[in-house]
């Protein structure tokens, strides 16, 4: 089975500042992906950044990168230059592909942006 | 370019009736997953459907709830004599045939907040 941890259940930052948000994963399947969600107030879910196991490299989309650390099953997301319309809860999710695209999430970290 | 289409946004129901979620997966898409999300919490895999096929129900409730995905028409997301427990947001999310690899993104809708009274 697989698991996901996020273990801050929530975290200021102040714009401009970047920050880490900490995600470990459990599985002992060796092909997966590693996924990053956003859900602001409104409720939807926004896809932000995708990592595959056999990836060599980090994922960047924009501002959003992946600290990928396959010893050590981390999937850390940095945010940098936060802004105000960041704060939102943030959610890392995991597929393998013994089980198709089924997600399994963490429990989510809510982050508050500070002007 | 439609997004996955769920409605309603918001059905409020009273113990011992009747909820049903639809939710029309993006173009080209066959995969339609469902999901629930309690109050501050993640979103907890339920279901996961081909067209006329059931292909993980893993994450379903035993009793109460069903789901469908016809040939045509959307998803189909039914929850038999609601309880209060029941009361969460239910996100559908679609994907394209899978390819031989782990894939990629789930494309989510806004999903369906339901509040049993």
């Known amino acids: 089975a697989q698991k996901i941890t996020q273990t801050q259940p929530g975290m200021f930052v102040q714009e401009k500042e970047a920050v880490t948000l900490d995600c470990t994963y459990d599985?002992?399947?060796?092909?997966?992906?590693l996924f990053w969600y956003k859900q602001p107030s409104s409720g939807e879910m926004i896809f932000l950044i995708y990592?595959?196991?056999?990836?060599?490299q980090n994922a960047t989309e924009g501002r959003y990168s992946l600290n990928f650390q396959k010893a050590r099953k981390s999937a850390n997301l940095v945010i940098s230059a936060s802004q105000l319309g960041d704060s939102a809860m943030y959610f890392c999710?995991?597929?393998?592909?013994?089980?198709?695209?089924?997600?399994?999430f963490g429990g989510g970290t809510r982050v508050l942006v500070k002007p | 370019n439609a997004g996955v289409m769920q409605n309603p946004r918001h059905l409020v129901r009273r113990r011992g009736q009747e909820a049903r979620l639809r939710c029309s997966p993006m173009?080209?898409?066959?995969?339609v997953y469902w999901y629930r999300q309690l109050p501050e919490e993640g979103l907890k895999f339920m279901v996961y459907?081909?067209?006329?096929?059931?292909?993980?129900e893993s994450g379903m409730p035993k009793e109460r709830f069903s789901a469908e995905f016809p040939k045509e028409g959307p998803s189909i997301l039914r929850i038999q004599q609601v309880v209060r427990g029941d009361s969460a947001a239910y996100f559908c999310?679609?994907?394209?045939?899978?390819?031989?690899?782990?894939?990629?993104?789930?494309?989510f809708g806004e999903g369906s907040r339901l509040t049993v009274l």
């Open positions: 999310a679609s994907s394209p045939p899978l390819a031989g690899g782990v894939t990629g993104e789930l494309f």
């Open positions: 599985t002992s399947d060796p092909s997966y992906g």
């Open positions: 990592q595959g196991s056999y990836d060599q």
């Open positions: 999710a995991m597929s393998v592909k013994a089980a198709g695209n089924k997600l399994t």
């Open positions: 173009k080209g898409h066959s995969h």
């Open positions: 459907l081909q067209k006329e096929n059931i292909i993980d």
